[in-house]
């Protein structure tokens, strides 16, 4: 076996030289992200140009743009931008007449409000968008702008702080929100009085973040929703219709459930002409693409012959002509197609990341066991290339959320893949209370926080163990805002268990966190997600329940090598979290390494911050757990 090379932290984590392509309504213009000014910008070509014939749109080099989006007008073209990671999201308009023209922002908003979700285009309002924002802070309402001219309406306020609206194509309205006893509840609502009709709720307990996905179908008579049908643990795709509140399965598949947390790909495929649903994205060892519509069926059919990856996303012209496809791959990941659906013609438009050649990334496989009470458990495994595996140091990388889940080569793998390249296995398990596995696995999450939802971690790890993959002496954990907050569990619920700990942006007190949250998210979401499964910090033995789970109160127990790691402008889990736990290690005595990008908020995005912070992660884990280290040291 040949050990691959060790690649650079630098060129590991660059920004990818082509990625978030998508074509135009006419079929004639690419859109896509690349490098431009140090970030990544929006670049415009023709159908059949090369990169070196493209425009610059964008000019962005302070942070990278991630999301851009078509107009019904060809001139126009949007895109979302924050500022340092605050998340308070501003639509800017970019004028494809006049590219060296400064970007308009479309949402000119105080700090502390921005737009929620994305951008909508409606059938109603050509040359209009709607967009949901709060203005009023806990409020979300709904607004429309113009993109010429960026005149802006009040299109629908919503009467309560924990009511949501959303709305089809066609400006058909219905309204979701949160009973009191944290009961999701739906509504069809009349287009003239404003009237709310109760049509379908569902239990809180078995959907911590709401339902997803949450769509108006084409034709305004019913929503689709993720949800359980009746006497089923599997999340399938069901409509339900306006008037009767009569639920019908529209894509289910035993045994596995819709996928609503797949962060660098979209649940549901829809048609760009009709906008109906056509394809449904399912969890399984690999994600698992349903074709809902038959009409679709040859074009799923080919675009799959592409690529023996899994497709990840797709965009077509207006007339479904060409399509646009990117693909999931544990070892080439992202590779972009274009299929012509006419002459049944296909070919490459780009590889994101051209630096990786044959041998350099390890293939991810899924594995099963059972939790110690039984509970069946999914796993992703990486293992090093050109190396025996057998008796290696463990990365066990916890996944954030927790209602997210790991997947087959999913928006982590550059992380689990540079921890294989310096020679760890890599471990993500889909513990209790992880999404995609069922309302049972889900379920059982609730009060498990620091309980069995960490012990389901340790089982996995002892799993590698008596595989004789892992060296039970050499196994560290690492792992981003849940993930970070386990990676404080683990190294105070198990002080003895693991040898090193990386807490990225993770919550060390579950009281400051709730209490510390932007309002709007405490209002909407929080009730049903942190509360009903955690606690309520409002009641004497809520609050002393979330005391109990939280590190920061056992700090004594530190022993374990902890690097910590945070974003000042943090807005989910504030710098405060990771300032306290420190203060109080450093007040001990214990040494702990602590990194701190003043430019990032939740998450490291900039390429210079994340090579700074792996490079710090790989002589941290090469001190503790003996992987391959490159000796050189990156500031940001």
């Not at 502390?112 to 949901?132: D, E, N, R, T």
């Not at 709060?134 to 924990?162: C, Q």
């Not at 793998?413 to 309302?439: D, E, H, I, M």
């Not at 979290?577 to 939740?602: C, K, M, P, Q, T």
Request: aromatic share 10%.
């Amino acid at each position: 076996m040949s050990v691959p090379r060790l690649i650079d932290t630098e060129e590991f984590f660059a920004d990818p030289v082509f990625a978030g392509a998508s074509i135009s309504p006419d079929g004639t213009t690419l859109a896509y992200l690349a490098p431009a000014h140090g970030r990544m910008n929006v670049w415009v070509r023709g159908i059949d140009e090369e990169h070196e014939d493209a425009v610059c749109v964008t000019h962005d080099s302070r942070r990278g743009i991630k999301t851009h989006y078509w107009t019904d007008d060809p001139r126009w073209l949007l895109y979302l931008q924050d500022t340092d990671g605050n998340e308070d999201w501003h639509v800017f308009r970019v004028d494809l007449e006049d590219p060296e023209a400064p970007a308009v922002d479309l949402t000119p908003l105080p700090v502390g409000a921005g737009v929620i979700g994305g951008v909508q285009k409606l059938k109603s309002h050509p040359g209009s968008i709607l967009v949901l924002m709060n203005k009023r802070s806990t409020f979300i309402d709904a607004f429309r702008i113009e993109v010429a001219t960026g005149e802006t309406v009040l299109h629908r306020e919503t009467p309560t702080e924990t009511t949501r609206y959303v709305f089809g194509s066609g400006g058909d309205a219905y309204a979701q929100g949160m009973a009191e006893d944290g009961v999701w509840q739906f509504f069809a609502v009349d287009g003239d009085t404003h009237e709310e009709r109760l049509i379908y709720s569902a239990p809180g307990r078995d959907f911590p973040l709401g339902l997803s996905p949450v769509e108006v179908t084409p034709d305004g008579k019913g929503l689709l929703l993720g949800a359980y049908p009746e006497g089923s643990d599997d999340l399938a795709l069901v409509r339900v219709q306006g008037e009767t509140g009569e639920v019908t399965v529209v894509a289910a598949i035993p045994g596995h459930s819709l996928c609503t947390s797949a962060l660098d790909s979209p649940s549901l495929l829809k048609s760009r002409r009709t906008g109906g649903v056509i394809a449904a994205r399912f969890v399984g060892d690999r994600p698992i693409l349903h074709v809902v519509d038959p009409a679709y069926a040859d074009v799923f059919a080919a675009l799959s012959a592409l690529s023996d990856g899994v497709l990840a996303s797709v965009s077509s012209d207006e007339e479904e002509r060409l399509w646009v496809a990117t693909f999931f791959h544990d070892t080439e990941p992202g590779v972009v197609h274009l299929y012509d659906r006419e002459t049944g013609d296909a070919r490459l438009l780009g590889r994101p990341y051209p630096q990786f050649g044959s041998g350099d990334l390890a293939p991810t496989q899924a594995v099963q066991f059972a939790a110690r009470d039984g509970l069946p458990l999914t796993a992703f495994l990486t293992l090093p290339n050109g190396v025996e595996p057998r008796d290696l140091p463990l990365v066990l990388f916890v996944h954030g959320g927790p209602w997210g889940h790991d997947a087959w080569a999913n928006y982590a793998q550059f992380r689990t893949q540079f921890f294989a390249n310096r020679g760890y296995a890599t471990l993500q398990v889909n513990f209790r209370g992880s999404s995609g596995y069922g309302r049972r696995h889900i379920t059982a999450g609730i009060g498990e926080w620091a309980g069995k939802m960490h012990d389901d971690l340790i089982d996995a790890c002892e799993w590698a163990v008596e595989q004789g993959i892992a060296d039970r002496d050499r196994i560290g954990i690492y792992g981003g805002s849940y993930g970070g907050y386990s990676a404080l569990v683990g190294v105070t619920f198990t002080p003895d268990y693991f040898a090193a700990s990386v807490d990225y942006c993770g919550i060390s007190s579950m009281p400051n966190f709730m209490r510390t949250v932007p309002p709007w998210w405490w209002s909407t979401i929080m009730k049903n997600s942190f509360v009903l499964h955690c606690g309520d910090p409002d009641t004497p033995e809520g609050l002393a329940e979330l005391e109990r789970v939280s590190p920061i109160n056992y700090v004594d127990r530190i022993t374990t090598p902890l690097l910590v790691v945070q974003g000042a402008k943090d807005v989910r889990v504030v710098k405060e979290e990771s300032d306290n736990i420190v203060e109080l290690l450093r007040a001990r005595g214990v040494d702990v390494e602590y990194l701190v990008a003043e430019d990032e908020g939740h998450g490291f995005q900039n390429p210079e911050n994340v090579a700074w912070m792996f490079g710090a992660v790989e002589r941290f884990f090469g001190a503790h757990l003996g992987g391959r280290t490159s000796d050189v040291e990156i500031t940001a």
